[in-house]
């Protein structure tokens, strides 16, 4: 059972805009930054977004990322095949003084 | 550009004790937390433990009795030790840098599996 709440799968056409949303609470996403990471298959998590809506140098600006409240979510515009990907938010928590993951989305390029 | 690579010996006993070591390069140690995250496999990513190079530490509550994280800043490594393991610790296990500002966990090693298994 994750902290977080993320869907189990997504899934869009090439070209087309996904989102996937986070839900949290006032102890992580609440009062905290949120990250996005991209996990392809057999390889380690990579930081796609950082501090709710940045995007480290290399990552496409087709990807973003956006808070309110103590939800969040991360868009992927124009999708691509190679986006298919599990996809996981993270954010520090308060109580926990740890990070807390949500339990990751699977997405699909159709 | 901080890089990190994990190192263990890939299968454990069960009952016995599991020890890791991620060895930094390319970055000083006390600019960053190092977080050890976990994930079993098919399932999602579990914090495990950071620590900060003053040793202050902190656990994931649901591992506390069980593991010690610690740091050699002369060798750059940091060391994880899991006791009593089960089947429900196999997994990749992942070092991480966390940033001291925003607790992003920007750069990850590749990971080592760890099976335990008699």
């Known amino acids: 059972q994750s902290v977080l709440t993320q869907p189990p799968s997504a899934s869009g056409t090439p070209g087309q805009r996904v989102t996937i949303s986070c839900s949290g609470s006032s102890s992580n996403i609440g009062t905290n930054y949120v990250y996005w990471y991209q996990q392809l298959p057999g390889t380690a998590p990579k930081l796609l977004i950082y501090?709710?809506?940045q995007r480290p140098s290399g990552v496409p600006d087709r990807f973003s990322g956006s808070k309110s409240a103590t939800s969040a979510s991360l868009a992927i515009s124009g999708l691509r095949s190679e986006d298919e990907a599990d996809y996981y938010c993270g954010a520090w928590d308060d109580s926990l003084s740890g990070v807390v993951f949500g339990g990751g989305t699977k997405l699909t390029v159709l | 550009q901080v890089q990190l690579q994990e190192s263990g010996p890939g299968l454990v006993k069960p009952s016995e004790t599991l020890s890791l070591t991620c060895t930094v390069s390319?970055?000083?140690?006390?600019?960053?937390?190092w977080s050890w995250i976990r994930q079993p496999p098919g399932k999602g990513l579990e914090w495990v433990a950071w620590?900060?190079?003053?040793?202050?530490?902190n656990y994931n509550p649901s591992l506390k009795s069980r593991v010690t994280i610690s740091l050699d800043t002369s060798k750059k490594q940091i060391s994880l030790k899991l006791t009593s393991v089960t089947a429900a610790d196999t997994a990749v296990y992942y070092c991480?840098?966390?940033?001291?500002?925003?607790?992003?966990?920007?750069?990850w090693g590749q990971g080592t599996m760890v099976t335990v298994s008699s």
């Open positions: 620590i900060y190079y003053t040793g202050s530490t």
């Open positions: 991480a840098s966390q940033g001291t500002y925003d607790y992003v966990l920007a750069t």
């Open positions: 501090r709710n809506n």
């Open positions: 390319g970055g000083s140690i006390s600019d960053y937390y």
